[in-house]
């Protein structure tokens, strides 16, 4: 597998993170994460900010050709940032793991560049939209997916995209669920 973009081990939507600033509110952005290959693959989120966000989940393990969502929620901000400008960024690494890995197995050294696995990445720049300029609400989230029409096409995409919305929340409360019993 390359880095060219095609080869990708996972691929991830949208390529930017927009969150709408409000003073003293939280924001979030979802990224959807989806798995390209016939391969168990484990990803794990940093920033160059990490007191100002909340990722979750952080660390995972995507099934083949399956998708994961990650929210990253923009910590409640008390002061408005020079010119609404964002200089933070977040990174994604990608690395295959044998299909029986669960993500509470993974190795403290998965994501460490020491040559004896490949290690993909995805950078993510964040920008702040102000609430007027948002728009829609089809701005947050999964703005990919084409408009709502009448031809089956779309339909059948909105149907899919429904569904993986409801699988990511159900593997997403399990998750935390785990997470509280422990």
């Not at 200089?87 to 299909?99: C, E, G, I, N, R």
């Amino acid at each position: 597998m390359t880095a060219d973009g095609n080869n990708q081990l996972i691929s991830v939507q949208p390529n930017d993170l927009k969150f709408v600033f409000e003073l003293e509110k939280p924001s979030f952005c979802d990224l959807k994460v989806v798995n390209n290959t016939e391969h168990h693959v484990a990803f794990k989120v940093k920033t160059t900010s990490p007191k100002k966000y909340f990722v979750r989940p952080n660390t995972g393990v995507v099934q083949p050709l399956d998708s994961s969502v990650i929210r990253v929620t923009l910590q409640a901000q008390r002061e408005y940032p020079p010119d609404m400008q964002c200089k933070d960024k977040f990174l994604l690494q990608s690395t295959v793991v044998p299909s029986n890995t669960d993500v509470d197995d993974l190795p403290a050294d998965t994501f460490n560049k020491d040559g004896t696995r490949e290690i993909q990445e995805c950078k993510l720049k964040v920008f702040y939209v102000t609430p007027s300029t948002r728009g829609n609400s089809d701005d947050e989230g999964f703005k990919s997916y084409p408009e709502k029409g009448t031809d089956s096409n779309s339909v059948s995409l909105n149907v899919q995209h429904l569904k993986d919305e409801r699988d990511a929340a159900v593997r997403q409360t399990l998750q935390l669920q785990q997470e509280l019993q422990l």
